[in-house]
């Protein structure tokens, strides 16, 4: 009975301190601020590319590089910028919708913008390419491609660049 007692307890004290951690958001928030690239690379956001987005409608600008999680461990980010969040949401949903989850597009015969799009493959085991992005968020005026390998990782993921932003 001890024995169960103490286990429970274990459990009980090891659940809390996790819900503690997460952050929620929402998949489109608007908090009325404005980010620049400056922004996500004061919260240690490390270039790889800048992209050319000249054929992606109204985006100021557009990144692909990564940032480390807790672990150390680095992840690969997309990032586009618009003016405001109305302008994300109006231009930039439908590009974004078109490169994420299990069927996102990762060739250029379904891509809607094709820059960047050989960023936005990961390779399985057996050298299958599936989308690296399986959600994306709209936060304020940019749109963030959350990387991981099912939705619950890639919501972790982008939690930790948003809990980031804002401390």
């Given amino acids: 009975m001890k024995k169960f007692l103490f286990i429970l307890l274990l459990f009980i ?8 951690q997460i952050i929620t958001f ?6 009325g601020n404005i980010y620049s690239f400056d922004d996500i690379k004061n ?11 000249k054929d992606l409608p109204n985006a100021d600008s557009a990144y692909f590089g990564f940032i480390k999680n807790e672990l150390g461990e680095p992840n690969d980010y997309e990032i586009r910028f ?11 949903i439908k590009y974004a919708d078109n490169i994420i989850g299990d069927i996102g597009c990762i060739s250029k015969d379904c ?28 936060f304020d005026n940019f749109i963030l491609f959350c990387p991981g390998y099912e939705e619950k990782e890639a919501k972790d993921n982008c939690s930790y660049i948003i809990k980031k932003l804002k401390n």
């Fill in 26 to 31: 929402e998949k489109i928030s608007d908090n």
């Fill in 13 to 20: 004290l090891s659940c809390s301190k996790e819900e503690a």
């Fill in 111 to 138: 891509a809607l913008w094709e820059e960047g799009i050989k960023d936005r493959i990961r390779m399985s085991d057996l050298g299958t390419l599936h989308p690296k992005y399986m959600i994306y968020i709209v």
């Fill in 43 to 53: 919260i240690g956001f490390k270039k790889n590319k800048e992209y050319d987005v």
């Fill in 82 to 92: 618009y003016d405001t969040h109305n302008d994300t949401l109006k231009h930039g």
